[in-house]
């Protein structure tokens, strides 16, 4: 049985959205939308669509997985959405039940192919970022964050919940596997320094605690480009690879968006949520490396 995500060759990649394309359009018929158009999005973890209904705000978000998780996993992420979007804090998207009731479909394709897994997602409407933000929106963004991290940290998990852990062991997994690709960007010479930098990254996580305070469930792929905007008031999108990691490694990743001049009054805004711990400075360069990272990742596999 072939894999569903297939997209080494420009001729895979055309196959794939064929493919893709038609299963979406059979899982809409498994949901009670009176929808009028379908846009594609983007390939990359998933395959995502906007569904668009006849209905001011509201839109959907459909989603077609790859196998990096499980159906547990994907589960596990919509209880969590479900969850914080019953606060009165936060506003992020939320699972869509099918006719039937269920969250998370599978959906038959092409024979030959794994059938893929299938999430409808209730749109989150607002602005992407494509400006240079004001002082008052990068202060919000950091509430933003200080309110997620707030809120997953009072989550109670189900019995069955189960997502992905980010933090020196995934580390190590994609240094490993970076090795074996290191020549399309880096020379030998660079290599030996970005090992060694690595090394200095994976001691500094070892010593720091998985206690409450620091670690809990986060975003883990907070770039503000998954944000979008209401004028200055940001909100949060895009939950898929959510998972258990630090909350530092939330903070770097929308610090890499900002310029330095910012970077101070996200922490300002963050800390009149939540307070950090008094050597997060040294810390949270770790992270900027960590989700460096993960960027080189995908531009050599």
Known sequence: MKEFFRYDTDENRQSLLRRARKVALTAIQRYDLAWEHI???????TITYKIETNVTNHNYLLRIHSDRLTQDEIRSELQLLQTLNKGNTLLVPEGVASDDGSYVLEVETEAGYRCPYVTMMRWVEGE????????????????????????????KPPANFARPKWGADQFRRKLTRLSQYYS???SDEAWMMYQEAAEKVLTELHAIPENDQVYGLIHADLHTGNMVFVDDQPF???????????????IAGTMLGLWPK?????????????????????????????DHDRELLPSCL
């Open 262 to 290: 910012h970077r101070w009054m996200l922490i300002q805004g963050y800390e009149r949520i939540r307070k950090l711990e008094a050597n997060y400075v040294r810390q949270l360069e770790c992270f900027f490396c960590d």
């Open 128 to 155: 992407p970022a494509g400006r240079e933000f004001t002082d008052t929106c990068v202060y919000n963004m950091g509430e933003l964050i200080g309110r997620l991290h707030n809120a997953t940290g009072s989550f």
């Open 39 to 45: 846009q594609f999005i983007q390939l990359s973890d």
């Open 184 to 186: 399309c960007f880096l």
């Open 236 to 250: 949060l999108i895009d939950f898929g690879r959510c998972g258990y990691g630090y909350y530092l490694y939330d």
